[in-house]
């Protein structure tokens, strides 16, 4: 029943900015730990950003200053802004969610429900 779809993805030069928007259904983002994981061609996916009760966040240090995560509880969604990309950035990015709400974690194995991913492209 929980369905979690990323959408936002695409290809923008580096230094451009995209937004990626996870939304939520059959669970609300309120009462979730929400997080965002990437995936480079021939790499395991990878901690990007997580945002638990309270609007606390954790970021990868890659992405540190650039990327923003946040929610919106009553649109019941979370939402990556990336700015200042860089092509190293590409990758597939996965929307993830907690069953813990109190979770910040930078561990796949925290998370309980994913989505299917969106691709995010960055050419120098």
């Known amino acids: 029943q929980v369905q979690l779809v990323e959408s936002g993805g695409g290809l923008v030069t580096a230094g451009g900015s995209l937004r990626l928007s996870c939304a939520a259904s059959g669970r609300p983002v309120s009462r979730s730990g929400m997080g965002w994981f990437r995936r480079a061609p021939g790499k395991e996916r990878e901690f990007v950003a997580t945002?638990?009760?309270?609007?606390?966040?954790l970021y990868a240090d890659s992405v540190k200053g650039r990327f923003t995560i946040s929610r919106d509880n009553a649109q019941n969604t979370v939402t990556l802004q990336m700015n200042s990309l860089k092509p190293e950035d590409t990758a597939v990015y996965y929307c993830?969610?907690?069953?813990?709400?109190?979770?910040?974690?930078?561990?796949?194995?925290?998370?309980?429900?994913w989505g299917q991913g969106t691709q995010v492209t960055v050419s120098s």
């Open positions: 945002t638990g009760i309270g609007g606390s966040t």
């Open positions: 993830a969610a907690a069953k813990d709400m109190y979770i910040l974690s930078r561990l796949s194995r925290a998370y309980d429900y």
